[in-house]
């Protein structure tokens, strides 16, 4: 039997982040995306958790997206 891919959602505070994010890949255009997660975030912006990975990688999905 197949596990069921569990869904992952935002909390309203990452949802704004993610704007932020957008913004900042064209406001910082020379920077990559991990130098735009810390000065976003602080020097830890994600988590080393299973939750704090996706986010990191919905960021990713959103600043590349920008970028294109």
Do not use: I, N
Not at 32 to 55: C, H, I, N
């Amino acid at each position: 039997m197949r596990k069921k891919k569990q869904s992952f959602e935002l909390t309203f505070e990452q949802t704004e982040m993610l704007g932020k994010f957008g913004g900042a890949s064209s406001d910082y255009p020379k920077l990559s995306f991990e130098e735009v997660a810390r000065k976003l975030l602080g020097p830890m912006p994600f988590k080393a958790t299973k939750k704090g990975k996706q986010f990191e990688k919905v960021c990713r999905e959103v600043f590349d997206g920008e970028r294109e």
